[in-house]
């Protein structure tokens, strides 16, 4: 960071201000403040000594980086000022001059002389210039200047604000690619996690290193997204005790983030094929008729997948209930199409001659199943996928939970990023898209389950309860930082 000159009643504050501004606009910050009133019996004006800095800080610029000279002054020697004009006048680069509350004599001297051409002159609307010199080339800013000394406001840093955001995708995309499109989300942490974490620390480092307001969004993100997770889970936890959910979230995370969900798959398979021997044969029928036929039209490795883990049910099951469910499905084969029934003969034999858990994509295209069926099947087949991989449900928990709090990290640091301080209607609206966006998702991610009406309400609650942190540490995001925000850019 090149040394930035301050007057002497310049303070720590201000030098934060001017450093952000430098950070967004990509300019040399050069300041003549006077913070005793016009009003006041202090001498306290442009002297020798000012103009001595302030030349030596033109002359030090580079000629092709603009300059954002900032005035707070009520003026002084007339020759001081002339000399600092000129110099600015003479710089290659844009010069602008930002006048937050007045500049009157030898301070209005300096924003007057260097306005034409291609210069310009931002002032707030409540400015006191000196009215006899004000110019009709000057226009106001589309904001208030006083936030450019104040926070930093200008044109965002759109490279460093863009490396801020993609990354934040990963955590959610890799569990929806997971489940929607079938790429193994372990796979996509492996080969993307790492260039994230990289760009992350870049990002981190840099903010570090310039004084760049950024790193405040993202450590006021990182504080509500956590704390709104953890709000969320006092929500949700209640609702899986009530049987809201198909089952804990965080814990499916876990098993997805160890590979198991093929295996979960095919052990819920053969619980339903155990289930469905306990009925009596009408019933067993009606639910067998309709799932053969969708079985029969899946993609082949779908087919096999499903039959085996039917026929891992039916080896599971005593001699009579097999030869029943057995006698049941030759006799629905037999009433189905040639083409469908030589496409489920084939399937059995590939099922009967290979091992393992199948492709890890979901089949989808299955009747559905009542989210209490599926909650009970996920009951039997849950730990009897975890004696089968040998893994402790703890070490499911864990890295299911690490991963529920990494996308509520980035949920809050997305919030900052978009609307810096926001408000109260922004945090609940945030929570309410991403509410809808898990509701969007739900079907698709889970094919086979029937999800009652009243199922939307209890995520619902989860997700306003989320925004109430994110919401209530977002309010302390410092004006400089909200300035580099996507709102604060807006406005």
């Known amino acids: 960071m ?27 910050a050069i300041t003549s403040i006077h913070r005793k009133e016009p009003w006041t019996n202090e001498d306290d004006h442009i002297t020798v000594e000012d103009s001595e800095f302030v030349l030596m800080q033109i002359r030090h610029t580079p000629p092709d980086r603009p300059i954002d000279l900032i005035l707070h002054t009520p003026g002084g020697l007339a020759l001081e000022s002339e000399m600092i004009a000129i110099a600015l006048k003479g710089h290659a680069a844009r010069v602008r001059v930002i006048v937050p509350f007045y500049a009157t004599s030898g301070g209005r001297l300096k924003s007057q002389r260097i306005v034409p051409p291609g210069n310009s002159f931002q002032t707030d609307r409540r400015i006191q210039v000196d009215p006899r010199d004000q110019r009709s080339s000057c226009r106001q800013a589309s904001g208030p200047a006083r936030a450019l000394l104040t926070s930093g406001r200008g044109r965002m840093n759109w490279f460093i604000w863009v490396l801020a955001l993609l990354p934040l995708g990963l955590p959610v995309g890799a569990l929806v690619i997971d489940r929607i499109v079938g790429l193994p989300a372990s796979r996509l942490f492996r080969y993307f996690g790492p260039p994230a974490a990289l760009l992350y620390f870049v990002v981190i480092t840099y903010a570090l290193v310039t004084a760049h307001p950024l790193l405040e969004l993202i450590g006021w993100g990182v504080l509500g997204g956590l704390l709104g997770t953890a709000t969320l889970d006092a929500v949700r936890l209640l609702g899986v005790r009530l049987n809201a959910f198909p089952m804990d979230m965080p814990i499916m995370f876990g098993v997805i983030s160890l590979g198991l969900a093929p295996r979960l798959q095919q052990n819920m398979l053969a619980t339903m094929v155990m289930r469905v021997a306990t009925l009596p044969s009408e019933d067993r029928r009606a639910i067998l008729a309709p799932r053969l036929p969708a079985i029969a039209r899946l993609p082949e490795p779908q087919r096999v997948a499903v039959l085996r883990g039917m026929r891992k049910g039916l080896s599971l099951l005593s001699e009579e209930q097999r030869t029943e469910v057995l006698t049941t499905q030759m006799q629905l084969m037999a009433e189905l199409p040639t083409g469908l029934r030589k496409n489920l003969m084939r399937a059995m034999d590939l099922a009967m001659r290979t091992n393992g858990a199948g492709p890890y994509g979901q089949p989808r295209g299955l009747p559905r199943l009542p989210m209490a069926v599926f909650r009970e099947l996920m009951r039997q087949a849950y730990p009897r996928t975890l004696q089968e991989a040998g893994i402790p449900h703890g070490r499911i928990a864990r890295r299911g939970y690490l991963w529920h709090f990494l996308i509520g990290a980035t949920f809050g640091i997305t919030y900052t990023l978009l609307f810096g301080t926001g408000s109260w209607a922004l945090a609940f609206g945030w929570g309410s898209f991403v509410w809808l966006g898990m509701m969007v998702l739900m079907p698709p991610m889970m094919p086979t389950i029937r999800f009652p009406w009243w199922f939307p309400g209890v995520p619902l609650m989860a997700h306003l309860a989320m925004a109430i942190p994110i919401g209530f540490f977002a309010r302390f995001v410092s004006p400089a930082a909200a300035a580099v925000s996507l709102v604060g850019l807006i406005r």
């Open 2 to 28: 090149e040394w930035i000159y301050l007057s002497r009643r310049g303070t720590q504050c201000t030098a934060r201000a001017i450093v952000a501004l430098e950070a967004a606009e990509g300019s040399k």
